[in-house]
Each structure stands twice: as structure tokens, then as C-alpha cells.
């Protein structure tokens, strides 16, 4: 799967998420954050082996131009030798082959600094994905990790219901009790 298509999938999931009143948090599906994860996971090797792909195939495409640069080379060779009767017929096919070995030296070098700049572009293409999705994600377990402490008074000095904070109920996450409200726990059953 595509890296890219996760990261867009991993920034609905958070636009999605139902937003804290009063605060800047929002409490998004762990589950679906965490297989989201799973899969760009997966997905960074296969980015990582297209880049082995494109260097492959740069090493392919200077093998073919440094055999095309030898058999023109060796053409030249020959058809300088079948002109060696002639004297100006010879000077002309040296430097014939000369400028056909430069243009064949010239077009291997900027095959690889093509095939080079393109390696460079997708390795810098993945590792801006790659900062892009690492930030996504710090965020969103920042977000999720930080909580809000409701003050208790309405800002207008009226109290506030405690229910008007409490956030969602959610099955899969558990809060420990804090010895303060252990405490406050225990004597509100021995009143009763």
C-alpha cells in the first residue's frame, strides 16, 4: 500500500476523532490509529525496495551505455583500420571515433546523474513522508496522552457539573485511580 495513501488515511482518522469541549484535544480510535501504524509499517520496505528497484535499473542502463560506448568504440576501431591506406582518411576516422567515444561518455554520465538524481528524489520524497507520518504520530499521542483538568467554576463563578466534563466513555481504555480518589471512593461508600 501506498505510504502516502496511510498517512492521508491516519489524518482522517484524526479529523474524524470527536474533539474535547474546552480543550484542544481529540480522542480518536486507538485501534484503527494502531493497524493504520501496523500497515505503514509494512509499506516503508516496499518503498524502501523501490528505491533498490530504481538503483538496479541505474546500474542496468550504465551497464547498456558502457557496452554501446565499447561497440562504438570498437565500429571506430575497425573502420579506422579498413581506412589506414589513405592518410587523411585515417586522421579523419580517429578523431570520428574520438567524438564518438566522447558523446558516448557524455551520454553514460548523464544517464547517471539522471538515474542519481531521480534515487536522490525518491529517497528525499520518502524521507519527507516518513518526517511528515512520524510528526502525525507524536501528535496524536501527545494529544491522546495529555488530558484536561476542568476548573470548578464556570467562568462566569457559577459551579460546573462535573458531567459536563467527563469525557466519553470508551471500552478499551481503563484510568487508574489516583490515591486521592481511591480515598474519596471509600468514604462515600462508608457514609452510605
Given at each position: 500500500?501506498?505510504?502516502?495513501?496511510?498517512?492521508?488515511?491516519?489524518?482522517?482518522l484524526?479529523?474524524?476523532g470527536?474533539?474535547?469541549?474546552?480543550?484542544?484535544?481529540?480522542?480518536?480510535?486507538?485501534?484503527?490509529?494502531?493497524?493504520?501504524?501496523?500497515?505503514?509499517?509494512?509499506?516503508?520496505?516496499?518503498?524502501?525496495?523501490?528505491?533498490?528497484?530504481?538503483?538496479?535499473?541505474?546500474?542496468r542502463?550504465?551497464?547498456?551505455?558502457?557496452?554501446?560506448?565499447?561497440?562504438?568504440?570498437?565500429?571506430?576501431?575497425?573502420?579506422?583500420?579498413?581506412?589506414?591506406?589513405?592518410?587523411?582518411?585515417?586522421?579523419a576516422?580517429?578523431?570520428?571515433?574520438?567524438?564518438?567515444?566522447e558523446?558516448?561518455?557524455?551520454?553514460?554520465?548523464?544517464?547517471?546523474?539522471d538515474?542519481?538524481?531521480?534515487?536522490?528524489?525518491?529517497?528525499?520524497?520518502?524521507?519527507?513522508?516518513?518526517?511528515?507520518?512520524?510528526?502525525?504520530?507524536?501528535?496524536?499521542?501527545?494529544?491522546?496522552?495529555?488530558?484536561?483538568?476542568?476548573?470548578?467554576l464556570?467562568?462566569?463563578?457559577?459551579?460546573?457539573?462535573?458531567?459536563?466534563?467527563?469525557p466519553?466513555?470508551?471500552?478499551?481504555?481503563e484510568v487508574?485511580?489516583?490515591?486521592?480518589?481511591?480515598?474519596?471512593?471509600?468514604?462515600?461508600?462508608?457514609?452510605?
Open positions: 500500500m501506498d505510504i502516502q495513501h496511510l498517512v492521508d488515511r491516519l489524518e482522517e484524526i479529523d474524524e470527536r474533539h474535547m469541549p474546552f480543550s484542544k484535544f481529540t480522542l480518536v480510535d486507538e485501534e484503527r490509529a494502531l493497524e493504520i501504524i501496523d500497515q505503514m509499517r509494512i509499506s516503508i520496505p516496499e518503498e524502501i525496495e523501490k528505491a533498490a528497484r530504481v538503483l538496479a535499473q541505474r546500474d542502463i550504465l551497464a547498456q551505455a558502457n557496452e554501446e560506448a565499447a561497440r562504438l568504440v570498437q565500429l571506430a576501431r575497425e573502420r579506422g583500420e579498413q581506412m589506414l591506406d589513405r592518410e587523411a582518411s585515417v586522421q576516422a580517429q578523431n570520428r571515433a574520438a567524438n564518438i567515444v558523446a558516448a561518455r557524455q551520454d553514460a554520465e548523464g544517464m547517471t546523474k538515474a542519481d538524481q531521480y534515487v536522490i528524489d525518491q529517497l528525499s520524497s520518502l524521507d519527507s513522508q516518513l518526517t511528515k507520518m512520524l510528526a502525525v504520530i507524536r501528535k496524536g499521542i501527545s494529544e491522546v496522552n495529555n488530558t484536561v483538568k476542568p476548573s470548578s464556570h467562568p462566569q463563578g457559577t459551579p460546573v457539573q462535573a458531567s459536563q466534563f467527563a466519553p466513555q470508551r471500552s478499551s481504555v487508574p485511580l489516583t490515591t486521592a480518589a481511591a480515598t474519596t471512593a471509600t468514604d462515600a461508600e462508608e457514609e452510605v
